[in-house]
């Protein structure tokens, strides 16, 4: 058996997963949250290259109407590795409300891809090995 590059990316995804999944109970037990999955941020409609927890809501609040321990966190971060993972809020609300039809046409067609990908729930397999 070859020794590859160091598999130093492939280490930082099983981190990753590992962090994501010890975080989840606490994502799922927030109020509004419906889907955790591992992807990468969006930021302002682009997808970057940075991973993230996508934390999926029925509705996104303002902070100043959630308590403290209601908020979904700006990122998870486990001390003993080290490992950090930004998490991105998402809504993916059944509401019909005006606010929900504009983001849905500001998707370009990756974006409606990734949507379409994540609510197929693809991200079960993260707790495969749990």
């Known amino acids: 058996h070859h020794h590859g590059p160091p598999?130093?990316?492939?280490?930082?995804a099983q981190q990753e997963l590992k962090l994501m999944s010890t975080e989840m109970p606490k994502l799922f037990g927030l109020p509004n949250v419906t889907g955790v999955v591992l992807g990468k941020k969006t930021v302002k409609g682009a997808v970057t290259a940075d991973t993230a927890v996508i934390v999926y809501?029925?509705?996104k609040l303002p902070k100043d109407q959630l308590s403290a321990g209601a908020c979904v966190?700006?990122?998870l971060v486990d001390a003993a590795?080290?490992?950090a993972l930004l998490t991105d809020v998402v809504e993916r609300g059944g509401a019909s409300g005006a606010k929900g039809v504009s983001a849905d046409e500001g998707l370009g067609a990756r974006g409606d891809l990734?949507?379409?990908h994540a609510a197929a729930d693809v991200d079960m397999s993260a707790f495969d090995d749990l």
Do not use: E, F, R, W
Not at 7 to 12: D, L, P, V
């Open 7 to 12: 598999a130093a990316t492939h280490n930082m």
């Open 57 to 59: 809501v029925s509705k």
């Open 73 to 75: 966190p700006d990122k």
């Open 81 to 83: 590795s080290g490992t």
């Open 114 to 116: 990734t949507l379409k």
